[in-house]
């Protein structure tokens, strides 16, 4: 009788005692197994019967002589295989070993945080108004040891028009990024909200831009967004400092966060994006198989990994010039801001960001999903990709005009 471990798949016979054991292809738990017994046995002339440990899940093709199937366990397995040699009338035995891997997926766990702690938040959010979408999840690294989501994200669809779009990621090595990056997200929108509600001649600026494309329209119109875009950061700074101010033993740097701050409106003659951009993620205006434009640049770090976060030299009247940047264009597809959690598995360096194949890539997994009902319950289940090595927090806000 075999082992009671041992399940098997064909009929039994009295075998002999088996043999050193003959190594099999490693196999993972969750991805289809194959492999050809001739290439491990080139003696086997027919298959019997294999004997495997109960929920392996595997099954010998006695027709091929191939084992296939989809592990389900993981570790390191013995079966014992009884076979017709080529050399031999004699029934066979063979014992074979198999190393089942596994799934790196499953080796994260998923601690909720703590709702009563300081500034908690939830661990993921989505949401949608109109064109717009927007979804945060908390990365794998955060959720194995049950700390909070760092990032954040806000919309808004004003009814004069414009569309806002914010997106922060905190700092995980600072205390209360999270708080940082929520005060971005909801200062900008405050501000921006008021401001675009009363804006005079900001309509008429885009549209004496979009008629004649002079340096003299440009600056006129880079500097009506400058103002918004740029004072929207100077006030969640305040913001920001006001909040560390009420918070014990806090510090500006405990609330270290980066920014992407956007605004969006279709015009009949083309579509305008702009943003103020701090730290790294990405913000595109992107047009399928056409032209993709990056409306900034990453800051790095004095070391891999380091990026800029608000503070006071990223709001002088010159770095908010700098850092406001706009697009016009006729045919838009979508105005895409994210954190680094998804730009960098998607992208990998600053130079693949001015990849259209790889935005063109991009596209063809969220289109889909921006086409769907609750879309935003989509992307964010989307962002639970799986990246090696990339198990940061991801946000992802998009202005899709076909949504």
């Known amino acids: ?15 002999p005692t088996p043999q050193r054991a003959r190594p099999l292809p490693n196999g993972r738990v969750g991805q289809a197994y194959r492999v050809a017994l001739r290439e491990v046995l080139p003696e086997l002339h027919e298959c019997l019967t294999l004997q495997q440990p109960s929920g392996l ?7 091929t002589g191939q084992i296939t ?34 799934d790196p997926k499953n080796l994260w766990k998923n601690v909720p945080s703590n709702p009563q702690g300081l500034f908690a938040r939830p661990d993921s959010w989505s949401g949608q108004q109109r064109h717009l979408l927007a979804a945060s999840k908390r990365g794998r690294s955060h959720a194995h040891v049950g700390s909070y989501r760092d990032d954040d994200c806000a919309i808004a669809h ?3 028009g414009w569309s806002l779009l914010v997106a922060a990621d905190g700092a995980g090595s600072a205390h209360y990024s999270r708080r ?3 005060l971005i997200c909801r200062s900008a929108q405050a501000y921006l909200s008021q401001q ?12 004496a831009f979009a008629s004649a494309r002079t340096p003299q329209n440009h600056t006129q119109l880079h500097r009506q967004l400058t103002a918004l875009l ?12 006001a909040d560390v101010a009420q918070t014990a033993a806090a510090q500006l740097k405990d609330y270290a966060s980066t920014a992407l701050i956007g605004l969006y409106r279709p015009f009949a003659f083309g579509t305008l994006c702009a943003c103020y951009w701090v730290g790294d993620g990405a913000a595109a205006v992107y047009r399928q198989g056409r032209e993709v434009i990056i409306l900034g ?12 976060f608000l503070d006071a030299s990223t709001v002088t009247h010159e770095a908010q010039h700098a850092r406001t940047q706009f697009a016009l264009v006729e045919d838009l597809t979508a105005f895409i801001l994210m954190t680094d959690g998804v730009s960098d598995p998607k992208f990998d360096t600053e130079t693949n960001l001015h990849s259209l194949p790889l935005w063109d890539a991009l596209w063809a997994e969220l289109a889909p999903l921006t086409r769907t009902e609750d879309a935003h319950l989509h992307l964010l289940s989307w962002l639970d990709f799986w990246s090696q090595g990339n198990h940061d927090d991801r946000t992802l806000v998009l202005a899709v005009p076909s949504a």
């Open 69 to 102: 199937g989809t592990p389900l366990l993981a570790g390191d397995f013995n079966l014992e295989l009884t076979f017709n040699s080529k050399t031999s009338a004699a029934r066979q035995t063979c014992r074979l070993s198999l190393a089942v891997i596994q």
């Open 230 to 241: 740029g004072g929207a950061a100077h006030q969640a700074l305040l913001d920001i400092q």
């Open 297 to 308: 640049a990453a800051d790095a770090g004095e070391y891999a990994g380091q990026t800029r």
């Open 196 to 207: 675009l509600h009363e804006a005079r001649g900001l309509d008429a600026c885009v549209q």
């Open 158 to 160: 004003l009814a004069c």
């Open 1 to 15: 009788m075999p082992p009671s471990f041992f399940k098997p798949t064909g009929p039994s016979a009295q075998t």
């Open 57 to 63: 899940g595997l099954t010998l093709e006695t027709h």
């Open 180 to 182: 940082g990056a929520e």
